[in-house]
């Protein structure tokens, strides 16, 4: 869900918390300001999460980035 202003959450189980943030895939947050996140984390209690602001962060299955 796209909770914050101009956040975009594509996919399954998603949270865009951060202002103008966005997640693409499935089981992903974020909360940085201007923040991407691309992928999948593993369940929606085992997320990918990235709280960088200005940042793109990419994980597959992964709670922790596995291209960053």
Known sequence: EAYATN?????????????SSITFGSYLTA????????GKGITSSNRLIN???NSIMFGMNATKPTLF
Request: glycine residues 12%.
């Open 7 to 19: 956040s975009i959450a594509l996919g399954l189980s998603n949270k865009s918390n951060g202002v």
């Open 31 to 38: 909360d940085g300001t201007n923040s991407i996140v691309i």
């Open 51 to 53: 709280t960088i602001p």
